[in-house]
């Protein structure tokens, strides 16, 4: 991986930002965000530092590969953003060196901030995170197999090894809270919030499988539904504002008995077989949410019958495998080839009991449009898109699939 | 993205020995296949050239990131295995390295520096080169070449300079 550290102070950094200024920040999903510099949550984390500020935030970008020059054109090109970056006048890059080259190249007519000085390659670690082993050679550091750790780094070449402190911005502008109540306990939210983010704020956790937040809501795993008071039916939390004065609940007897029975019928059309499944384990990408619910809601096995024909399982790609029989029909992976990697390589296919997620024109894989991006796979909440882990062994280099455990 | 070179065969087997090493190989399947010198079919290349040529190359493992260390978690080596061959870049061999020290580490690649790529054009550009590579900054080569065919024409409309702190 890419090893970058933050350069600038956030004062340097409202230094180069005019007051008029139309910013979009533009984050990478891949290396920094694992830096600790780049991701959504950072992204939003800069975005309510600088609206305190009273800066101008636009939008939000987030792409799986920023130093993938064709992804970078085709996120400004994109239907749904490019009048967004049309408007835009500042462009902040949280990204490597690399993806910022990139980002200015491709917004060559707009100011392109940098936050970032990359210093050369390294690991990530489970027990100290992210490590520089391979220096470029004006950093003045040695090659270490051992590697240099953040607060090292920092210290030796006068970088900042975390990035911005909310703290460093003024206070949240209480103008644009509302009041709400949630659970019968009063609470506040920002205009603009869904109730999904406004439990998530109030530390209310809302069960969800097709939401996640860099994503766009689609209400469509319906585990999210919630009364709101004065509504005649039930609310999906994902894709409702908040409003002055909303009255919410988001648990009761009958809203966990309808969560469970959905969790049933997904496992009527799940092939439930934790025990072969990198997704039953924490990995990099994430764990398997719809087996961490089942578990919540003491699910132990389903009431319906398995409904769903079995499919093939493509190992096509070099990079991951797609299990149709573990496809909950959640759309994540398909919003995140659309929205993350701007690819549009993924859809539903068919109807009813045989809808399933296809790439290309229905192909595999490796005959589709996929650049091996990963951002299906980090989206999905299930073991139907995994990371390829291969043993290849014997005369014919036979491979056979490694389960992460 | 990291830009790597295969070494030449000759220089790979010049440090193992072909009475006394086990060998794994342990492959990664982003950058370095991107760059061409790396990934499954790369991986399958070297192990039936060195099993032809009389190594004892037992098996193995192709990740999807090698320099992250929850996948390195993954490799089951077997007992008699003696020696990795790192089918990464620097950064993955490091991690190989350091959580396997009591193993022969044969490296394979050259790290040249970062790129940026186009998978459009099936391009990719040296945008931050290590110092012993520098005269290859804003060098293109087709994605997968392995650092062959250099273009004569830039194709990706990016200016590249050298970096210092």
């Given at each position: 991986m890419i090893i970058s550290l933050r350069d600038i102070s956030y004062e340097d950094l409202k230094n180069?930002?005019?007051?008029?200024d139309k910013i979009v920040l533009w984050s990478c999903n891949t290396c920094i965000k694992f830096c600790g510099i780049g991701g959504y949550d950072n992204m939003v984390l800069l975005e309510n530092m600088l609206r305190a500020d009273g800066y101008n935030i636009i939008g939000k970008e987030l792409i799986s590969i920023a130093c993938m020059y064709?992804?970078?054109?085709?996120?400004?090109?994109?239907?749904?953003?490019k009048?967004?970056?049309?408007?835009?006048?500042?462009?902040?890059?949280?990204?490597?060196?690399?993806?910022?080259?990139?980002?200015?190249?491709?917004?060559?007519?707009?100011?392109?901030?940098?936050v970032v000085k990359t210093i050369g390659v390294g690991n990530f670690t489970m027990d100290r995170g992210p490590?520089?082993?391979a220096p470029f050679e004006w950093t003045g550091l040695e090659q270490n197999n051992q590697g240099y750790s953040f607060p090292e780094l920092a210290e030796k070449l006068h970088l900042y090894p975390t990035f911005f402190d909310r703290k460093e911005a003024a206070e949240d502008n209480t103008d644009e809270n509302i009041s709400l109540t949630i659970n019968n306990k009063k609470c506040t939210a920002r205009i603009g919030?869904?109730?999904?983010?406004?439990?998530?704020?109030?530390?209310?956790?809302?069960?969800?499988?097709?939401?996640?937040?860099?994503?766009?809501?689609?209400?469509?795993?319906?585990?999210?539904?919630?009364?709101?008071?004065?509504?005649?039916?039930?609310?999906?939390?994902?894709?409702?504002?908040?409003?002055?004065?909303?009255?919410?609940i988001t648990q009761d007897d009958e809203l966990e008995h309808a969560r469970k029975i959905l969790l049933e019928l997904a496992l009527a059309s799940h092939e439930h077989n934790c025990l072969t499944?990198?997704?039953?384990?924490p990995c990099i990408a994430g764990n398997c949410e719809l087996q961490s619910l089942v578990r919540d809601y003491d699910i132990k096995e389903t009431r319906f019958q398995q409904n769903k024909e079995k499919l093939p399982v493509d190992t096509s790609s070099p990079v991951l495998v797609y299990d149709p029989n573990k496809c909950v029909s959640c759309g994540r992976c398909v919003r995140a080839c659309k929205e993350v990697a701007c690819q549009n390589n993924l859809s539903f296919v068919n109807r009813g009991s045989k809808t399933c997620v296809a790439a290309g024109a229905n192909k595999l894989f490796n005959q589709s449009a996929c650049v091996t991006c990963l951002a299906c796979v980090f989206a999905c909440p299930t073991g139907a898109i995994t990371e390829k882990i291969s043993h290849f062994e014997g005369d014919d280099w036979l491979e056979t699939n490694v389960y992460q455990s | 993205m990291i830009f790597s070179n295969s070494l030449e065969y000759e220089k790979i087997t010049s440090n193992l020995d072909k009475k006394n090493d086990i060998i794994t190989i342990i492959g990664c399947n982003t950058c370095?296949?991107?760059?061409?010198?790396?990934?499954?079919?790369?991986?399958?290349?070297?192990?039936?050239?060195?099993?032809?040529?009389?190594?004892?190359?037992?098996?193995?493992f192709m990740l999807p990131i090698t320099c992250m260390e929850p996948y390195l978690f993954t490799v089951k080596l077997k007992p008699e295995v003696n020696t990795i061959v790192s089918l990464a870049c620097t950064a993955g061999t490091s991690n190989i390295k350091r959580n396997f020290p009591d193993y022969k580490i044969v490296e394979t690649v050259d790290n040249i520096g970062l790129i940026i790529a186009d998978t459009n054009k099936g391009v990719l550009k040296i945008a931050m080169p290590y110092k012993k590579h520098e005269s290859k900054l804003g060098a293109e080569y087709p994605l997968g070449s392995d650092g062959k065919n250099r273009m004569s024409k830039e194709q990706i409309p990016v200016k590249v300079e050298l970096k210092t702190l």
């Amino acid at each position: 991986m890419i090893i970058s550290l933050r350069d600038i102070s956030y004062e340097d950094l409202k230094n180069k930002l005019n007051k008029d200024d139309k910013i979009v920040l533009w984050s990478c999903n891949t290396c920094i965000k694992f830096c600790g510099i780049g991701g959504y949550d950072n992204m939003v984390l800069l975005e309510n530092m600088l609206r305190a500020d009273g800066y101008n935030i636009i939008g939000k970008e987030l792409i799986s590969i920023a130093c993938m020059y064709s992804l970078a054109e085709q996120h400004k090109k994109s239907i749904d953003k490019k009048n967004m970056f049309q408007e835009a006048t500042a462009i902040i890059c949280l990204t490597c060196e690399d993806g910022f080259e990139t980002a200015e190249s491709v917004f060559n007519d707009k100011k392109v901030i940098k936050v970032v000085k990359t210093i050369g390659v390294g690991n990530f670690t489970m027990d100290r995170g992210p490590i520089l082993t391979a220096p470029f050679e004006w950093t003045g550091l040695e090659q270490n197999n051992q590697g240099y750790s953040f607060p090292e780094l920092a210290e030796k070449l006068h970088l900042y090894p975390t990035f911005f402190d909310r703290k460093e911005a003024a206070e949240d502008n209480t103008d644009e809270n509302i009041s709400l109540t949630i659970n019968n306990k009063k609470c506040t939210a920002r205009i603009g919030m869904t109730i999904m983010q406004a439990c998530e704020a109030n530390s209310i956790k809302v069960p969800h499988l097709c939401y996640e937040a860099d994503l766009t809501p689609d209400a469509n795993c319906r585990l999210c539904l919630c009364k709101v008071k004065g509504e005649k039916e039930l609310v999906p939390s994902c894709a409702t504002p908040v409003r002055e004065n909303m009255e919410i609940i988001t648990q009761d007897d009958e809203l966990e008995h309808a969560r469970k029975i959905l969790l049933e019928l997904a496992l009527a059309s799940h092939e439930h077989n934790c025990l072969t499944c990198s997704k039953g384990n924490p990995c990099i990408a994430g764990n398997c949410e719809l087996q961490s619910l089942v578990r919540d809601y003491d699910i132990k096995e389903t009431r319906f019958q398995q409904n769903k024909e079995k499919l093939p399982v493509d190992t096509s790609s070099p990079v991951l495998v797609y299990d149709p029989n573990k496809c909950v029909s959640c759309g994540r992976c398909v919003r995140a080839c659309k929205e993350v990697a701007c690819q549009n390589n993924l859809s539903f296919v068919n109807r009813g009991s045989k809808t399933c997620v296809a790439a290309g024109a229905n192909k595999l894989f490796n005959q589709s449009a996929c650049v091996t991006c990963l951002a299906c796979v980090f989206a999905c909440p299930t073991g139907a898109i995994t990371e390829k882990i291969s043993h290849f062994e014997g005369d014919d280099w036979l491979e056979t699939n490694v389960y992460q455990s | 993205m990291i830009f790597s070179n295969s070494l030449e065969y000759e220089k790979i087997t010049s440090n193992l020995d072909k009475k006394n090493d086990i060998i794994t190989i342990i492959g990664c399947n982003t950058c370095i296949r991107v760059s061409g010198a790396g990934g499954p079919d790369k991986m399958k290349e070297l192990a039936m050239k060195l099993k032809h040529d009389g190594y004892n190359v037992k098996d193995g493992f192709m990740l999807p990131i090698t320099c992250m260390e929850p996948y390195l978690f993954t490799v089951k080596l077997k007992p008699e295995v003696n020696t990795i061959v790192s089918l990464a870049c620097t950064a993955g061999t490091s991690n190989i390295k350091r959580n396997f020290p009591d193993y022969k580490i044969v490296e394979t690649v050259d790290n040249i520096g970062l790129i940026i790529a186009d998978t459009n054009k099936g391009v990719l550009k040296i945008a931050m080169p290590y110092k012993k590579h520098e005269s290859k900054l804003g060098a293109e080569y087709p994605l997968g070449s392995d650092g062959k065919n250099r273009m004569s024409k830039e194709q990706i409309p990016v200016k590249v300079e050298l970096k210092t702190l």
